[in-house]
């Protein structure tokens, strides 16, 4: 069975400086990885997603991921965070032995300080 | 286009009561999914449909039902609530449930709250 890590539940971090928020999985299987994000009071919104080929995933808002099959992680970094990064942060994986329903992570809270 | 519609979007009902959660999908999207999330953790998979089907159903109980309608659109329903069915309540919508990668797509939520 497939399962997913946060490993933080919660990532302060100052405005314009970088962050990476972490994610570990476990499956048997080849997996397709996720991360999305929610902001207060609404519902869920793809970040970037890995299928296959190049490990660097490039996603929307300046954030990028890279697929590690040895780690089995899909680590989540942004450069510089802005205050309106703001958010919940979920990672999930899918695969065909989960029939392709998205297995979620607990999520990371990440707090922008001013 | 317009995205993942759901309604209603907040709602209060009171233990054993029973509650209606309705979807519209993106246009052209055969795919429907159900998720619920409780405060402060993941989202957990309810049910997803496929072209009318059931293709796949998570672990709840049999209180959970739901149904696909033949425009695609979904409705979730849940007899006899409990006070831990309290939750956000998300509909995903997809062209094919995921199989190929295709990115799944999520209304904002219907918020029910069982007092």
């Known amino acids: 069975a497939q399962s997913v890590t946060q490993l933080d539940s919660q990532v302060p971090v100052f405005e314009e400086a970088p962050v990476e928020l972490r994610c570990n999985y476990s499956?048997?299987?080849?997996?397709?990885l996720f991360w999305y994000v929610q902001y207060p009071n609404q519902g869920l919104q793809l970040l970037l997603k890995y299928l296959s080929g190049s490990t660097l995933v490039k996603g929307i808002n300046g954030f990028e991921a890279e697929f590690n099959k040895s780690q089995t992680s899909f680590h989540l970094r942004k450069p510089s965070v802005h205050i309106s990064d703001t958010a919940e942060y979920f990672c999930a994986v899918s695969g065909w032995d989960s029939n392709y329903q998205l297995i979620w992570g607990a999520g990371t809270k990440l707090i922008i300080k001013p | 286009d317009a995205g993942v519609t759901q309604s209603p979007t907040h709602l209060i009902k009171t233990r054993g009561q029973h509650v209606t959660l309705r979807c519209s999908p993106i246009?052209?999207?055969?795919?429907v999914s159900w998720y619920q999330q409780v405060l402060g953790q993941g989202p957990q998979f309810i049910f997803q449909y496929y072209e009318k089907e059931e293709r796949g159903r998570g672990n709840f109980p049999d209180r959970f039902s739901a149904r696909q309608f033949p425009n695609y659109s979904s409705e979730l329903n849940v007899n006899a609530l409990l006070l831990g069915d309290s939750a956000l309540y998300l509909c995903?919508?997809?062209?094919?449930?995921?199989?190929?990668?295709?990115?799944?797509?999520f209304g904002e939520g219907s918020w029910l709250t069982v007092v």
């Open positions: 246009s052209g999207h055969k795919s």
């Open positions: 499956s048997s299987v080849s997996v397709y």
């Open positions: 995903a919508s997809s062209l094919d449930g995921g199989a190929g990668g295709n990115t799944i797509y």
